[in-house]
C-alpha cells in the first residue's frame, strides 16, 4: 500500500468515526432534551371552581396555580410564574399553588413564596395542568384556563399579565371558560 493509499483510508475512518460521533451526540441530546409537543387542543371550564371559605369573599386578587410535578410542561410556565409573582405580589395579588392529587414533587425554590392549597373545591374537575385560577377582589372568578397558547409561555405570549393588569385598574373580567391549545397533561387518572 502506498503513503497516499493509507493517508486517504485514515482520513475517511477519521470522517466516519466524526460523523457517527455527531450523530450519536445528536441523538442524544434530542432523546434527553427535546420533549415531542402535540398540539392538544383542551378546554378549560372553571364553572365548578371555587375559593376554599377562609379565601372566598372580598380581598387580594387571588391567583391559583395548578401543577403536576411530572408533567414536563411546567418547565415553561413557571419561571413565567416567578415573573408574575415578582411584578404582582406586592400589587395586592396573593399566589397559590394546588399540587395534583396523589402526586409528588416540589416546585423550585424561587416559587417557595407561593402558599399551599390541599384542596380547592371544584378542582378535581380540572381537565388538565400547567393551568391557573384567577379570583377578582370581590371573590369572582375572573379567568381559568392555560397560561399562555402554544409549547412555550412567557410574558409575550400570556393570558395573564393583561388579566391581572385589568383587575387591578378595577376593569371587570369574565374569562372562566377558555379554549386553547397547548402542552398540558391530564389532571385526573
Known amino acids: ?6 493517508k486517504f483510508i485514515t482520513t475517511l475512518l477519521i470522517l466516519l468515526l466524526g460523523t457517527a460521533t455527531l450523530w450519536q451526540a445528536y ?12 398540539n392538544q387542543t383542551t378546554l378549560f371550564d372553571g364553572s365548578q371552581l371555587r375559593l376554599p371559605a377562609g379565601l372566598a369573599g372580598p380581598g387580594a386578587i387571588r391567583v391559583v396555580h395548578f401543577w403536576d410535578p411530572a408533567c414536563p410542561c ?27 392529587p396523589g402526586s409528588q414533587g416540589q416546585l423550585p425554590a424561587y416559587l417557595a413564596s407561593l402558599q399551599t392549597l390541599a384542596n380547592l373545591p371544584g ?3 380540572l381537565p ?5 385560577a384567577i379570583w377578582d377582589r370581590q371573590g369572582n372568578l375572573a379567568y381559568f384556563g392555560p397560561y399562555s397558547e402554544g409549547a412555550v409561555c412567557n410574558a409575550s405570549n400570556s393570558f395573564i399579565e393583561p388579566i391581572l393588569k385589568a383587575l387591578l385598574a378595577g376593569r371587570k373580567v369574565n374569562a372562566s371558560n377558555t379554549l386553547a ?7 385526573t387518572g
Open 181 to 187: 391549545v397547548g402542552c398540558y397533561c391530564p389532571w
Open 74 to 100: 411546567n418547565v415553561g410556565n413557571q419561571q413565567h410564574l416567578g415573573d408574575l409573582i415578582a411584578q404582582f405580589a406586592d400589587q395586592g395579588v396573593a399566589f397559590y399553588v394546588v399540587q395534583k
Open 123 to 125: 378542582s378535581e374537575h
Open 128 to 132: 388538565a395542568s400547567p393551568a391557573v
Open 27 to 38: 441523538n442524544t441530546f434530542q432523546s434527553r432534551y427535546l420533549r415531542p409537543f402535540d
Open 1 to 6: 500500500m502506498t503513503i497516499q493509499r493509507i
